[in-house]
């Protein structure tokens, strides 16, 4: 138990100073990318990582399926397992890249349609392939980097994301400067991408090499179970990332890929704000596969209490924050131009608090495998998405889709998850984690209003202000997240934890 727990608060850490420094220099780059390149390259920019994304559909939900597998023969330190399952899976992600290879290439006809700009833009097929390739090219190594991570070492390809990291914006950001070539950036990204999972693979190489220096193979039940899971998270990821992918391709069809431009900004604020407390959960996956492993029902729970109540106080001092300070951010950063109105950032951040507050049962679905039983509610959460996002961005426009966004979540997964999870591992009712999930949202919007209340005292607009109205909202929220979360033994748990592990973490190679 002190071995995952040390491993976990270090996968914590590095994995925060590895989004904390990708997310500044995200915006750096962003900055420069729309000085340079303007609103529209970057609108289409983010369709395209839309399509691949669903291209790629997550890895066919081959990652969390190959992690889930190795957790019970890591536990047990079967290495014949580990190294049959390592062969199978090498096999199945060459052929992965070779699909998605396919389908990429075979979407470039329908290019046009799909990317809705009021001009021609040159060189839109050559953009495209360069974020195939991109893509294409991280599923050779995947097989490979997937053990740090299943063996809760996900902080050793966190250094090597921070390295990477670094050096892809700088470079990325004097190409701009010097060329304002869209094709270089792109080909500096492609290095990054290469340069990361080239480190990761061959530190996985030297740290696992019994694995990689035999074939063994798979038995012909172990076959079938796999394949079987691979089936129901194929199903499950698939329906996943179109949910997730659709909204911003739904926006260029409907409106146009400017106005994707536009909300880009906002979703770069956003998601990289969810990814700060997604890090914290993402980094416990492997630990509560191990957890499931070896412990009873009542154990996971109680693990399961304590992450709620993190996830609870971090919602509403992320979405509260968020929310009240993301507009003038937003101007001070890259112009009043590329502001939306106020309805339409209260939607975005409305969706930004399900993904937050939802991140216990993200991770608990994945290390119990809990898309087995719920591939199908993704499905119809991508259906009502599709659906509902064309109709409504017909009639409403960009509101349009956030609204249908965010109800095929409500109407879903929201509810249908926590059902089945509480079920099967806990043996309870869901009561505690919807009462949890009202208690934050309540705190959520009296916070936000309270956090309008206060900057209105804060009278002209600079970065110096900004960080004063920061301040102001970041300290009274946490303030009045500690009178609400404070006493609950669940946090008491997490601070003492926390005090007997955070010295520790130094000593991990």
Known sequence: MASRAKLASANIIFGLISNFVTIVLGFVSRAVFI???????????????????????????????????????????D???????????????????LVIAVLGTAIIPFLPYIVNTSTEIPNLLIFYLLFLADTVISYL???????LRADQKNF????????TSIARTISQIIVLLLTANYVLYLLVRIASTILWNFLSARKATKDYSDLFSEKVSLSHQNKIEILDIIKSGLIYKISS??????????????????????LANYNLIATSV??????VFTNLIASIGNLVVLENAKTRFSVFKSMMAVASWLTVVLVTCTTVLCHSFIILWVGGNYTLPLETEVLRMAWMFFECIMQPIFSYREAVGLYRKTKYVMLVAAIINVVFGLTLGYIWGINGVLAAAILSRVLTYFWFEPKILFKDYFQLKPGFFFCSVLL??????????????????????SWSTWIIEAAIIFIGTNFICALIFWRRPEIQQVLKTLKSLLHKTSSLN
Do not use: W
């Open 79 to 97: 290495r014949n397992q580990l190294k049959a399952l390592t062969c199978f899976y090498r096999k199945l992600y060459c052929g992965i890249a």
């Open 274 to 279: 969810v990814q700060l407390e997604a890090i």
């Open 141 to 147: 190594f995947v097989y490979r980097t997937t053990i």
């Open 35 to 77: 000085q340079v390149l303007g609103a529209e390259l970057l609108g289409i920019e983010a369709v395209f990582t839309s399509l691949i994304q669903m291209l790629s559909l997550a890895d066919l939900g081959l990652m969390s399926v190959m992690t889930f597998s190795y957790y019970e023969p890591l536990a047990k330190n």
């Open 241 to 262: 990332v179109f949910l997730t992918s659709t909204t911003n391709v739904v926006l260029s069809i409907a409106v146009g890929a400017i106005t994707v431009g536009y």
């Open 156 to 163: 050793i390809v966190a250094r090597y994301q921070i390295i």
């Open 440 to 461: 934050a949202f309540i705190a959520t919007a009296f916070c936000t209003l309270v956090g309008i209340v206060a900057i209105g005292y804060v009278p002209n607009l």
